[in-house]
């Protein structure tokens, strides 16, 4: 029996603003003490009017804003950490594993096909073995693996097989948020972070999201979203947490 019921993510009192330097130093409070629980396995959908913070929120659990107050209470794979003040090298580790950010923008390292912006991330998310205990054939070994993997789940997400070589830099808008949601679904993170994973999306292709979301909370990901469209929202989120 699994005796900790401790919340996945906990967010404490969490205050950020921004100054507006080009507009004279304008202070800009978007997040004051907002707090919010997710448990492994639950879905929290963020609601509110356009910019309220949903995204801000999203980027000071992924490390990319820090926070001015508050704690950011997540539980790794390590133990616990709290994000707000974890040191830049920690959040790279809890990047790697732990926590994944599906954006509506792709960012990729430029000339680096689809298939391996996905796959990389699945051997980046491995333990690095020892340089003894790894070869070349070993590597390589790693590398097909999670390449088998990128390319079922670019199959599912109807990516056409012609473009896996390819890098996505040419990509259509909804081809690159689904490599994308590849890369972000392809590991088993312990907390997906998904602003407008859907956006771009014709029907067939955000059902695969909905069935992904669905996989990942069976598996006890905590997920919070940002879902604009109230159908997937609907069908992913245990609740709705409004901010603002
Ligand atoms: N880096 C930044 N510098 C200055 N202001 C910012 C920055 N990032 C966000 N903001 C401001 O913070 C506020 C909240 O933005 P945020 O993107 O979090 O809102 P949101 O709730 O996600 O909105 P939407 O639903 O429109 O995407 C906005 O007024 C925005 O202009």
């Not at 133990?79 to 599906?102: C, F, H, K, N, W």
């Not at 980046?124 to 070869?135: F, I, K, N, R």
Request: with cysteine; aromatic share 4%; glycine share 8%.
């Amino acid at each position: 029996m699994n005796l900790d019921t401790s919340p996945r993510l906990s967010v404490r009192g969490l205050a950020k603003h921004f100054t507006l330097h080009l507009r004279g130093g304008a202070r800009l409070q978007v997040l004051e003490d907002t707090s919010l629980d997710i448990g492994a396995g639950e879905c929290v959908a963020l609601v509110g009017a356009s910019g309220r913070g949903k995204s801000t929120l999203m980027k000071c659990l992924f490390g990319s804003y820090g926070a001015d107050a508050g704690a950011l209470r997540f539980e790794s794979s390590a133990g616990p950490v709290d994000l707000a003040t974890a040191s830049p090298q920690r959040m790279i580790e809890l990047r790697r594993r732990d926590i994944a950010y599906v954006s509506q923008f792709l960012r990729a390292v430029p000339r680096v096909p689809a298939l391996d912006v996905v796959a990389q991330r699945l051997v980046d998310a491995e333990p690095v073995p020892a340089a003894d205990d790894l070869d070349d054939a070993g590597h390589e070994e790693r590398l097909e693996a999670a390449r088998d993997a990128a390319r079922a789940l670019l199959a599912r997400l109807n990516l056409p097989p012609a473009l896996w070589d390819l890098p996505p830099a040419t990509f259509s808008g909804g081809e690159q948020q689904r490599v994308n949601i590849a890369r972000g679904f392809v590991q088993a993170s312990r907390l997906l972070l998904l602003d407008e994973p859907t956006a771009s999306l014709d029907a067939a292709n955000r059902r695969v999201v909905v069935e992904l979301i669905h996989e990942a909370k069976a598996r006890g990901a905590a997920v919070v979203g940002i879902f604009h469209d109230e159908e997937v929202r609907d069908a992913v989120a245990d609740r709705c947490v409004e901010l603002g």
